[in-house]
Structures are given as structure tokens and as C-alpha cells.
């Protein structure tokens, strides 16, 4: 009697193993909460490996670009590695930084990656890549917000962390040291102008652009662009109008900006105050070559027109 016994636990325990073996491992039975994604890296493939490339688009081994989202699925792990993890979410008032491993080259005169619409925030790993995405540090910025983000294409720094799935030591440095960059520059949070004690009404800020071509020759301040970048805020609106590297003419003044601080840096300056019964002299380093407008009986020096370097004989 014993030993029949023994034999029907050993029969059930084979059958157990057996369902649990074919369902979570021949099969690769997943499971996905609401409040995750998962990367779907491939061991192998008929269609080979990549080369030079990190997303395998064309079904080659590497990892997928399309995140498996809240649910159930199947992936057998004898083909399959399953890298899982929470949705990203950006607090509000806070910016989230991108670094994408794939992609096109920067050109000689970027610093940063071109924003791809297509790409849907970072969300769309082949809309990104099909649409001429670059690898390195990103123009666009997360906001806050709830985003699905492949995390095997971009990696996303907060003032916490930086989120990746597989990356080397090497990179891990690298990328710390931007986190570093970031915080020095208080980069994580927007600009704002006002608060700042008992002057917050009197500041502007200066801003200076890393990205794009450089200055003119002759030339040490940018010309202003228009409005239409949104005050630094849109770094290819800006680049697009023909905006350039370098010290901006263009200031900020009272609100707040959500500037990538990789594109661009702030200055908190306090504005100038022309006390009542007095008056200001203003020397400009912005413009052409003036021309000396107080004629020839003025002997005590020159003045010039406004758009010009030198004094300004009106302000």
C-alpha cells in the first residue's frame, strides 16, 4: 500500500513538472502587470544577428523593438530572454533626459540628436530608427508623465537613476557622468524665473545654445530667430529658423521654461535699474559696424545707430 502510494505522488509530481516545464518554459508563459512593460530579447534567429545595429527590425536575433505590454504572453525561453520592468514615469516638475544606443551618426556640427516626431516621445523605437534617429544624447526631454519606453534603445536619466536594460560598465560611467553634468546645471528641473528672494522680480536669464552651427564670423552673440522656438524650449524649431551656437541676444524673463539644459545653459542675471533722475549708457557688442552719427563738431566721441556695435545714441 505504501509503495503504491509513493508511486502515485511520484507520477503526480512528474506530471506537474511536466505541465510546469512545457507552460512557463518550452512555452514561456508571461505574465505583464498593467503597470509594466518588457523587453523581448531574441537568442537566435534564421534571419541571423546584427552587426552594427543593437534592434534587431528585420527579426534577426537582438532585441526587439515592440515592447510586450500589460497581459499575458508567450515566449519560450528557449529563444527568448524577457527583461521586465516598470512603465517610466516623470514626476511633475520634473525633466527626464534621453541617451539612444541605435541609430544614425550625429553629424559633425550636433551635439545632440535630432527630435524625431515620429517616435512619439520616445515610445516608438522604429518610428525612430525609420525616420533617421540618431545615436548619443537627445534634444528632445521627457516631461512629466507616464511613458512606455524600450529601454534596450534609449536610456532614460532622472536625478535618481538611470534606467537601461544591458549596459556595459564602460557606458554606465559615461552616462553617471552626464547625470553629474546634469545636476551641476540643475537641469531636472525647468528653468523658472521668479522666487529667487527678495530680487525674483528683477532677474532674467542669459542663455547660451551648445548645439548647431557655430557663431558668424566677427561675431560673439547670436542673432535672435523670432519666436517661434518657444523660448529654447523647442531645440529644432530653433536650429531650423537658423539659430546658431553661442550666446543668445534673445533673454527670459519672468515664468517658466523647459529647456534641455544639454542644449542650452542659463544664467540668472539681475536686471539693470535706472534710477528716477538719472540715465543709462548703452554699449553695445551686437549688430554691424556702426557708423559715428554726432558729426563732425562732436569731439568727445562717437555714437551709433541702434543695431550697431559701439554707443548707443538712442536706447
Known amino acids: 500500500m505504501g509503495f503504491e502510494f509513493v508511486s502515485v505522488l511520484a507520477i503526480i509530481f512528474a506530471c506537474v513538472l511536466g505541465l510546469y516545464l512545457l507552460i ?23 534571419k541571423g544577428s546584427l552587426k552594427d545595429s543593437i534592434l534587431a527590425l528585420n527579426g534577426e536575433a537582438g532585441y526587439e523593438p515592440s515592447l510586450l505590454r500589460g497581459g499575458i504572453h508567450f515566449r519560450s525561453v528557449l529563444m527568448y530572454k524577457i527583461h521586465k520592468y516598470p512603465l517610466i514615469t516623470i514626476p511633475q516638475g520634473q525633466i527626464a533626459y534621453i541617451f539612444a544606443r541605435d541609430g544614425k551618426p550625429l553629424e559633425p556640427t550636433q551635439t545632440l540628436g535630432k527630435v524625431v516626431s515620429a517616435a512619439n516621445n520616445f515610445q516608438d523605437v522604429k518610428g525612430f530608427l525609420q525616420n533617421g534617429g540618431q545615436r548619443g544624447p537627445q534634444r528632445g526631454i521627457l516631461r512629466e508623465g507616464t511613458y512606455a519606453i524600450n529601454l534596450a534603445q534609449f536610456v532614460v536619466i532622472t536625478p535618481s537613476d538611470i534606467k537601461a536594460v544591458n549596459i556595459s560598465r564602460q557606458d554606465r560611467t559615461e552616462l553617471n557622468a552626464m547625470q553629474q553634468t546634469l545636476a551641476q546645471r540643475d537641469a531636472f528641473a525647468p528653468v523658472i524665473i521668479m522666487g529667487r528672494g527678495a530680487s525674483a522680480s528683477d532677474d532674467i536669464c542669459i542663455v547660451t545654445v551648445h548645439d548647431g552651427l557655430p557663431l558668424e564670423d566677427g561675431e560673439i552673440i547670436a542673432s535672435d530667430v523670432g519666436e517661434g522656438h ?24 519672468d515664468g517658466t521654461y523647459y529647456i534641455n539644459r544639454l542644449f542650452a545653459t542659463v544664467e540668472y542675471r539681475p536686471k539693470t535699474v535706472v534710477p528716477i533722475g538719472f540715465v543709462g549708457v548703452v554699449v553695445s557688442f551686437y549688430g554691424d559696424k556702426g557708423v559715428d552719427t554726432t558729426g563732425s563738431d562732436y569731439k568727445h566721441g562717437e555714437l551709433v545707430a541702434n543695431g550697431c556695435k559701439g554707443v548707443l545714441e538712442n536706447l
Do not use: C, H, Y
Open 230 to 253: 518657444s523660448n529654447f524650449q523647442d531645440p529644432e524649431k530653433f536650429l531650423e529658423l537658423g539659430g546658431r551656437r553661442g550666446k543668445q541676444i534673445r533673454v527670459l524673463t
Open 24 to 46: 512557463f518554459q518550452i512555452m514561456g508563459l508571461r505574465v505583464i502587470n498593467s503597470n509594466e512593460v518588457a523587453v523581448v530579447e531574441k537568442w537566435w534567429s534564421f
